[in-house]
């Protein structure tokens, strides 16, 4: 029995690609969830910067994915079939660009992070704040008075808090990493979906060898060897 290496790679690079879908769906999930929780110092950084991430875009390309690899399945299992691979490597194309605008959304906001930050400290409640505070051992924002710091166990007095480090710095950095992460992981998925439709292509390029093959044959009569 002849292995055909050209649609086990592809079979293997497509099990990657329905994974990634399959990932990005559970980590939405699970953001979403914490979201939800009461805010604590073990959360409250997160959640904020979340605020300002396509979620509901992670959504839509988890089953734009799923799509894919479904058609895939089909087109795979069609063995004689073309034209819905084709349809499976437009999908794909589809998922890479929004793949692409979702990691290059979160990218954009690590550049302005700390004018972001401020005006998401801004926004937030004074017990919001203190939470920030107390999770990086800061007082105030850009300084103890700039926004004037709030009073809790961390930032106790004036005193207390003008020997501390503004929040500006930790937050910053917190927020970079965290964001990093993400737009990373959103380019790694980009990366796949590129092996991929490059793979698909390869496919299609040799069903319609073989098929070519089969009508020559057929014409000269071997069709039935």
């Not at 790679?9 to 769906?25: H, P, Q, V």
């Not at 005006?119 to 700039?146: A, H, I, P, R």
């Not at 501390?164 to 737009?183: I, Q, R, T």
Request: contains cysteine; proline residues 3%.
């Amino acid at each position: 029995m002849t292995i055909d290496k050209i649609l086990l790679t592809f079979l293997g690079l497509d099990a990657l690609f329905a994974a990634t879908g399959g990932a990005l769906l559970a980590a939405v999930f699970i953001l979403k969830n914490g979201m939800a929780e009461a805010s604590n110092t073990t959360n409250v950084a997160t959640n904020l910067l979340l605020l300002g991430t396509p979620l509901t875009g992670g959504i839509i390309l988890a089953g734009l994915v799923f799509l894919a690899f479904l058609v895939s399945l089909a087109g795979v299992t069609i063995s004689t079939s073309r034209s819905v691979l084709k349809l499976h490597t437009w999908l794909v194309i589809a998922c890479a660009i929004m793949t692409l605008i979702l990691g290059l959304d979160v990218w954009f906001s690590t550049l302005k992070t700390k004018s972001h930050l401020g005006v998401l400290w801004s926004q937030q409640t004074t017990s919001m704040q203190s939470l920030l505070q107390q999770k990086f051992n800061c007082c105030g924002y850009l300084s103890s008075t700039s926004p004037p710091f709030q009073q809790d166990n961390t930032c106790a007095n004036p005193i207390v808090a003008a020997s501390k480090s503004p929040c500006v710095g930790p937050f910053s950095n917190f927020a970079n990493s965290f964001l990093d992460v993400m737009f990373t992981a959103m380019f790694g998925f980009v990366a796949l979906d590129v092996m991929l439709f490059l793979s698909g292509v390869v496919v299609l390029k040799d069903r319609k060898e073989k098929e070519r093959y089969r009508l020559i044959d057929a014409k000269n009569g071997f069709g039935g060897i």
